[in-house]
């Protein structure tokens, strides 16, 4: 069965940092393209990152550039999103999605089931 | 990375058909043919319903289809049923390499 598996949501006060990581199972993981999608609290859905399947090309919202960095490690099947700077307009539950392909442009066919990120002091 | 525009709200009866606006610009939504919609139930993980414009992933019903003219995009969901109702958006792939959602509309089935 194809399952992510997001986790290292936490309260955390504003300027700090958190790693969230996304486990991945079910398929070949380095072959596809993988996303951050955020949902703040009662809102709607906001893309925050992409990665190729290899790593080596990234892709940033213009609200999170310079302030998160997305990365994977194929070996582990999993990927990670470093959130430094953290905002309280960065409240919200952060999804990992799949792409459809590698080529990241055709839309998220698996979704884990989130992890809440709430930035307060 | 402006939001692309849904309405807020639709709603029809069971076995009506709605359609689900979506608009953009020529850098996204018209310059691409990489819109995709999700279907949102209340607490839960967003669904792929529509991918490329208008194909359907496996297991998604055929009642579910999708369409573009210029830089607006639609779904349009036939013989609604009472499970349809959720929050659907719709998302673009820009000519900034990013991803841009609408900022979804609430389906109410009467």
């Known amino acids: 069965e194809v399952q992510l598996l997001e986790s290292g949501g936490v309260l955390v006060q504003p300027g700090g940092s958190l790693r969230l990581s996304c486990a991945a199972s079910g398929f070949t993981f380095s072959s596809y393209a993988m996303s951050w999608v955020r949902q703040a609290p009662g809102k709607g859905l906001e893309w925050v990152s992409a990665i190729s399947g290899s790593g080596g090309s990234t892709y940033y919202a213009d609200s999170v550039k310079g302030r998160f960095t997305i990365s994977r490690d194929n070996s582990k099947n999993t990927l990670y999103l470093q959130m430094n700077s953290l905002r309280a307009e960065d409240t919200a539950v952060y999804f990992c999605?799949?792409?459809?392909?590698?080529?990241?442009?055709?839309?998220?066919?698996?979704w884990g089931q989130g992890t809440t990120v709430t930035v307060s002091s | 990375q402006s939001a692309l525009t849904q309405p807020a709200s639709v709603s029809g009866s069971p076995g009506q058909s709605i359609t689900i606006s979506c608009t953009g610009t020529?850098?996204?939504?018209?310059?691409?043919?990489?819109v995709s919609w999700y279907q949102q139930h209340p607490g839960k993980a967003p669904k792929l319903m529509i991918y490329?414009?208008?194909n359907r992933p496996s297991g998604v019903p055929d009642r579910f289809s999708g369409s573009k003219s210029g830089n607006t995009a639609s779904l349009t969901i036939s013989g609604l049923q009472a499970e349809d109702e959720a929050d659907y958006y719709c998302?673009?792939?820009?000519?900034?390499?990013?991803?841009?959602f609408g900022g979804g509309t609430k389906l109410t089935v009467l």
């Open positions: 490329d414009v208008s």
């Open positions: 020529s850098s996204d939504v018209g310059g691409y043919n990489y």
């Open positions: 999605a799949k792409e459809l392909y590698n080529s990241g442009m055709n839309g998220m066919d698996v």
């Open positions: 998302t673009s792939y820009t000519s900034s390499s990013t991803w841009v």
